[in-house]
């Protein structure tokens, strides 16, 4: 199972902490004004 977050969705530390919790992948979409370089947790991957 994966879970699919927008970058704009105000909830997205509390979904990738819960998906963590249970072993669910998350990918992170984000937009071009909105990308970060910062290192998010194992199991979240950003496109």
Do not use: R, W
């Not at 072993?23 to 909105?34: G, K, N």
Request: charged letters at 15%.
């Amino acid at each position: 199972m994966k879970i699919y977050v927008a970058d704009a969705c105000p909830v997205n530390d509390i979904i990738i902490s819960e998906a963590s919790y249970l072993e669910i992948q998350v990918i992170l979409v984000t937009s071009l004004s909105h990308f970060s370089n910062a290192e998010q947790p194992s199991g979240v991957k950003t496109i």
